[in-house]
């Protein structure tokens, strides 16, 4: 069965760095594009960041563009989230998912907490 498994959370002050891991199971990783979405507090979901099958194209929401960068390695069936220069405003739970055509999301890992405050 299909399982995202996130980790690399945690408290972390503003202005510094973290970097998220989504562990694939069960399916062909490299032939999924695969993407990064977050939920603050009392909020909605929020998209922020998209990579295809193969790593060379990626696409980022405004609010995250130049302080984060998605990868992913395909031999080891792991995406990553390097985030920096974090703020307070991007505390909230992460969560990897897979793309599918036309653009949906089918599987989604548990999510992983980012605390950003002094």
């Known amino acids: 069965q299909v399982q995202l498994v996130e980790s690399g959370g945690g408290l972390v002050q503003p202005g510094g760095s973290l970097r998220l891991s989504c562990a694939a199971s069960?399916?062909?990783?490299?032939?999924?594009?695969m993407s990064w979405v977050r939920q603050a507090p009392g909020k909605g979901l929020e998209w922020l960041s998209d990579i295809n099958s193969g790593g060379g194209k990626t696409h980022y929401a405004d609010s995250v563009k130049g302080r984060f960068t998605i990868s992913r390695d395909n031999a080891k069936n792991t995406l990553y989230l390097q985030m920096d220069s974090l703020k307070p405003e991007d505390t909230a739970v992460y969560y990897c998912?897979?793309?599918?055509?036309?653009?949906?999301?089918?599987?989604w890992g548990q999510g992983t907490q980012v605390t950003v405050s002094s």
């Open positions: 069960g399916f062909t990783f490299s032939n999924y594009g």
């Open positions: 998912s897979r793309v599918v055509p036309p653009y949906e999301f089918d599987y």
